[in-house]
């Protein structure tokens, strides 16, 4: 996967040092805690027998280069969502193979917070609906 930076002027290519021995299916680019992360939902591993349990990275922006945050255990992915509500900040994973799972920035990382139930889950795509003053999700 190849990264650019815009210089102000330019595009400048950068060192990316993202892994490729997976079929990432979705990616999410977001601000957190003052850096640039890049979380990237693995559908499988293709190092590993095409097997759907695998580990979804979370990278950190940090001089010039991306760094490895934290890896999330995922279940055939096909979406990652980034989204923050009151002040909470969140990474939806679409697991395709198991339960829809959200994560919770604790400050250092993503911890799991809650499991739904689903099956055959394509995407998941958090919003906002205010109706009478309740908040809907």
Do not use: C
Not at 35 to 45: E, G, P, Q, S
Not at 61 to 79: H, K, V
Not at 87 to 96: C, K
């Amino acid at each position: 996967m190849q990264v650019y930076q815009w210089n102000g002027t330019k595009f400048v290519l950068q060192n990316a040092n993202l892994d490729f021995t997976r079929s990432a299916s979705s990616l999410a680019v977001f601000v957190n805690a003052g850096t640039v992360k890049v979380a990237i939902a693995f559908f499988n591993d293709s190092a590993s027998s095409q097997s759907y349990q695998t580990k979804s990275p979370i990278y950190e922006w940090r001089t010039n280069t991306f760094a490895l945050l934290q890896e999330i255990d995922t279940n055939g992915p096909l979406g990652v969502e980034y989204f923050e509500h009151k002040g909470g900040q969140y990474l939806v994973f679409a697991n395709s193979k198991a339960s829809v799972e959200i994560f919770q920035w604790t400050g250092s990382r993503f911890n799991s917070v809650q499991l739904l139930a689903t099956s055959n889950v394509l995407s998941a795509k958090p919003y906002a609906v205010l109706s009478n003053g309740n908040t809907f999700y």
